[in-house]
């Protein structure tokens, strides 16, 4: 599969070498990388992508839930195009601001107040400055297996980048475990962030009993409940929480929800984020050069009005769901298991089940065959075997991917 896949992207490869002489690895976002050497893409319509030599791709990896809208999508474009018409430095209050907050705060249950921000990545850390200075305390639980961003990832321990605040990690989806690292640690608790479901982690998604516990010791312990809806506010207009019924204190949003651009956002009850309210004495300054960047709000609002309502979220969740299925279906009896909810999958290699962190093998190999053979098939997906469906996959394209998978399955020896 490598052989050919080198004698198939020459072009790709050339490209690579020549980006590596400047960036550490040939790239700026360590999450695209793979061997034998990543593709290098130059255009994007729809549902598919194109590389430098000229093959196309269905993309199913939807640039990791951010390409939800699909590629260069018209409505979005005009908005852009829009929104530069007018200026896009503009150093000023603009309109779209308040429109994208008053369409998040209406849809997502915890969401009183909302703040922009640049990253996902930057939103996680405001919520967790945020509820450090709310609650006067330390000690922020997270759980093994989490990104939160590029300094905050608790999926190998102990990551040596992560921004240095007090964590203690316990095991996702483990309630007995949770219970002890929380009785530990209740009087300094600040902050329970989590996931609803593991994005980068496997798609695995919370037992939700294990969020309901949760919610329980946040309020007892007066620690804020922090859901990370990053990836999973797709799932529902409401993001997951709505579909679990169970509201958290803080919500941060990123990836889609900028409509494809720059983009992040954090929340939440009214009394926990009006302390950025700069009328008030005492308030706490949030400052960010491209917090309200014209195009991100531009492009978000439209993104949510006008192609991603509640009934858009629906059935791309049933749509995702049914892939899940057939592709379980498929590979019954296997050592593959796809696990995730909705839009997004994730396949894993070995026997399964797959619920937790704990369940999860590395198996490269396997994951390297999958990828390659998976591309020359024409679907390129994540290198860890990751799915996020966007709005421009059929039920067609879904097919022709099962199709693909038993053909990799009746080859694939183990
Ligand atoms: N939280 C989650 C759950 C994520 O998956 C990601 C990005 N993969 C982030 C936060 C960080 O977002 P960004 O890359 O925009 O900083």
Aim: charged share 20%; proline share 5%.
């Amino acid at each position: 599969a490598r052989a050919r896949f080198v004698a198939a992207n020459p072009a790709s490869r050339a490209a690579h070498e020549e980006a590596a002489r400047h960036l550490p690895g040939g790239n700026t976002r360590t999450t695209l990388f793979y061997t034998p050497f990543p593709l290098t893409m130059t255009r994007a319509v729809g549902s598919r992508l194109t590389d430098l030599d000229g093959h196309t791709y269905v993309d199913l990896l939807g640039d990791y839930t951010a390409g939800l809208y699909g590629h260069s999508n018209p409505m979005i474009r005009k908005a852009v195009e829009h929104a530069l018409d007018g200026g896009w430095n503009l150093g000023a209050h603009g309109t779209d601001e308040a429109r994208l907050a008053a369409v998040l705060c209406e849809r997502v249950p915890s969401l009183e107040l909302v703040r922009f921000t640049n990253s996902g990545t930057e939103a996680n850390l405001l919520a967790l400055a945020t509820a450090t200075t709310h609650t006067g305390r330390g000690t922020i639980l997270v759980f093994t297996g989490a990104y939160h961003g590029s300094v905050l990832s608790f999926g190998d321990s102990g990551f040596p980048l992560n921004v240095p605040h007090r964590f203690v990690v316990a095991e996702y989806n483990d309630i007995a475990e949770t219970a002890a690292v929380i009785d530990r640690h209740a009087g300094d608790l600040a902050a329970i962030l989590v996931e609803p479901m593991l994005g980068s982690g496997g798609c695995l998604p919370a037992d939700p009993a294990f969020l309901a516990y949760l919610r329980d010791r946040a309020d007892e312990t007066g620690a804020l409940l922090v859901f990370d809806e990053v990836m999973t506010s797709r799932m529902a207009g409401g993001g997951m929480q709505e579909l679990l019924g169970i509201t958290p204190d803080m919500t941060t949003l990123g990836k889609y929800t900028g409509g494809g651009m720059s983009f992040g956002a954090f929340g939440g009850r009214a009394d926990v984020m009006a302390r950025y309210d700069p009328r008030r004495p005492g308030h706490v300054a949030h400052a960010g050069t491209f917090n309200n960047n014209v195009l991100s709000m531009a492009a978000g609002y439209v993104g949510l009005t006008e192609l991603f309502p509640p009934s858009a979220a629906r059935e791309l969740f049933e749509r995702g769901e049914r892939l899940r299925a057939d592709l379980n279906a498929i590979a019954a009896g296997r050592p593959m298991v796809w696990t995730g909810m909705g839009s997004m999958l994730t396949v894993h290699f070995g026997p399964g089940p797959v619920v937790s962190p704990r369940d999860l093998r590395p198996a490269p190999e396997d994951r390297e065959l999958f990828h390659l053979e998976m591309l020359a098939s024409g679907f390129h997906l994540a290198r860890r075997g990751m799915i996020a469906l966007s709005l421009e996959i059929t039920d067609e394209d879904c097919a022709a991917f099962c199709d693909a998978v038993s053909g990799f399955l009746s080859h694939w020896n183990v």
